[in-house]
């Protein structure tokens, strides 16, 4: 097991350095660099340019040298200091605007991809254990309206729902007087009143999707010889249902964690704006509206390193599993 | 053991299958007896029933199929028989005979056992499901029961994964965990239709030696004549969900009533005879249980047929002696035919 997780560790290093390439070929995509840009705008505003401060940026990205040596200074940059470089958009440091949302994104992440499991999996085990009971009629009608209908649908509907019926705001994570707030007790249970909503949202698809697939891959164990087979030895029905056929098809559980993060974080980028959430979702949709290479490139990489993560977290729970892919079997 | 009754009486048994198509017989009106401490070979072709006959003894039989009709008497000790038709499938009865009373080993021994868990979980599981033993003695007990399978090193063997292991490995591992709790009847099903022919051999050999061990009694179903004559005590020849023809091994190989189990005889390759002559075989195909033909079932394939009678009524059920008997209308009124009507040239 520590062998398949070293290696696959090690297998990271080429991917993660690919994925630094693709943002830094990102950031320097756009015609002219980071201060040709940044002096037009303020000359457009009128302003006059301070010729040091612009050789001390120069020096500082090493703008003007060859693009290895430009990229050497930038990932050394992030990965030594943890600078990510600047926003010209914000006129702040990257870092700290992705600090501010990215906490945001993976608290709501994780507690989506909770209320997912936990619905999904009693729901996709009853409509298999019970196949063609009104209960899994009921299920798979539900979940294909949910896979069905777009997200930013769901989240229209609740929000019209939630503001008429109940007179409830619903945007954003937090009540306008704890927007800014520091942390407190009642800052956390404001943001608790608000996380369901985006959770919701988000967390149907999902959840029909889940279902749909523990569905189909129960159905397929259970007619397994196995199944048979333990079954004949006396094993009781319910225990055998969780012991060995439910352990086969937990695999796509599994094996998709990877997956949500990148999906939750840049993907929902509908939602996020419809809901008016502070996550990295609508900041990366900014930042390459207004063409803000660095912000931009940053959560790209950013949220490609995740991914990474993400994989290897899932890989390593799979092997856990199921042994066929921890001892190398195909 | 004193007494006579047998182990197993299955008597008039119907399992149908109820499909959007129709109904399937599987097994239409199966009666079978399994003596104590005996091996009795269930043979006939592909989709015969033989199958089901056994699962619908240890109620397993798969939806939408159902027993519909007939008893399975079960007499284990001195004790009246339990009708095992009448326990519930998923009761706690059942689930205490299947593994404890009457054990099952099946055609695909890999897929038998779960890729996810070390057969040493699987048996342990087995043994602590049916006797009153703690993790370590359970333990022992399944590395005893690998090592008398023939399994070597069982105590490294236990932790391995099924597929870590040979197809026969996997099937002495199914034979352990059938025989970890001492059932007086095994049930196997084409134990070794999947396995090499050298592998066949050794579990064969394996599956008598333990019968003689412990003297259980086994329901042996194969389609294959050559194991049949090896092991078994008594045959029963399956046509088409019914039972065509019964007795001792050496009255069934040597005389044979029925036209079926004599085409099937006919039909074995022998080494050295009829060489450069067409092997034997039985014209036409067994038709699928959904359309089975009125009277006889095997009359469309008979070479011994009677026009206006094997396909107009059901055959007579003959009855020569307590394990032997036929049904076939050329046996009717008592009249020892066998033998008239054998498929010619390969009995030396």
Sequence with gaps: MLTFIARRCLFMVPTLVAISLVAFAIIQLPPGDYLTTMVSRLESEGQSVDQAMLDGLRERYGLGQPLHEQYLKWISGILLHGDFGQSFEYGTSVAGLIGDRLPLSILLTVTTLLATWIMAFPVGLYSAVRQYSAGDYIATTLGFLGLAIPNFMIALGLMYVMHTVFGYSVGGLFSPEFRDAAWSLAKVGDLMAHLWIPMVVLGTAGTAGLIRILRANLLDEVRKPYVMAARARGVPERRLVLKYPLRVAMNPFVSTVGWVLPALISGEVIVASVLNLPTTGPLLLGALQSQDMYLAGSIILVVSVLTVIGTLLSDILLAWLDPRVRLGYR | ?348
């Excluded at chain 2, 239409?28 to 401490?37: A, E, I, K, M, Q």
């Excluded at chain 2, 590395?143 to 197809?167: C, H, K, N, T």
């Excluded at chain 2, 092991?231 to 399956?238: L, Q, S, T, W, Y």
């Design chain 2, 1 to 348: 053991m004193s007494h006579d009754e047998p182990l197993l009486a299955i008597d008039g048994l119907k399992t149908h299958f109820f499909t959007r198509e129709g109904t399937v017989r599987a097994v239409d009106g199966v009666s079978l007896t399994v003596p104590r401490g005996k091996t009795v070979c269930v043979v006939g072709e592909s989709g015969c029933g033989k199958s089901v006959t056994a699962r619908s003894v240890l109620g397993l039989v798969d939806e939408p199929g159902r027993i519909i009709d007939g008893r399975i008497a079960w007499q284990p000790g001195a004790g009246e028989p339990v009708d095992l038709t009448t326990l519930d499938p998923k009761g706690e009865r059942m689930r205490r005979i299947r593994g404890g009373e009457i054990s099952m080993v099946f055609q695909e021994p890999m897929a038998s056992l779960s890729p996810m868990y070390t057969i040493g979980d699987q048996l342990i599981e087995t043994i602590r499901l049916h006797l009153p033993l703690g993790k370590e003695e359970a333990r022992d007990r399944a590395v005893e029961q690998l090592r008398r399978v023939g399994i070597p090193r069982p105590e490294e063997r236990l932790d391995a994964y099924s597929f870590q292991l040979s197809g026969g490995m996997c099937q002495r591992v199914m034979i352990a965990i059938a025989l970890a709790a001492d059932p007086a009847l095994l049930i196997a099903d084409e134990p070794t239709t999947a396995l090499d022919v050298t592998t066949q051999a050794r579990i064969i050999d394996l599956l008598r030696d333990l019968q003689a061990e412990t003297g259980m009694s086994v329901l042996f179903i194969t389609h294959d004549l050559g194991v049949v004559a090896e092991i078994a005590d008594e045959v029963v020849v399956m046509y088409l969900g019914t039972v065509v023809e019964r007795g001792g091994v050496d009255e069934i190989f040597h005389d044979p009533k029925h036209p079926y189990t004599n085409a099937l005889l006919g039909s074995i390759p022998r080494m050295g005879a009829g060489a450069g002559r067409r092997l034997a075989t039985i014209r036409g195909n067994v038709p699928h249980p959904s359309d089975r033909p009125a009277g006889c079932p095997f009359h469309p394939r008979c070479d011994a047929a009677i026009g206006g009678v094997c396909d107009v009524s059901d055959p007579p059920h003959i009855v020569f002696g307590e394990a032997r008997s036929v049904r076939c209308v050329l046996h009717d009124d008592g009249a020892a035919v066998g033998g008239d009507f054998r498929v010619d040239g390969e009995r030396a």
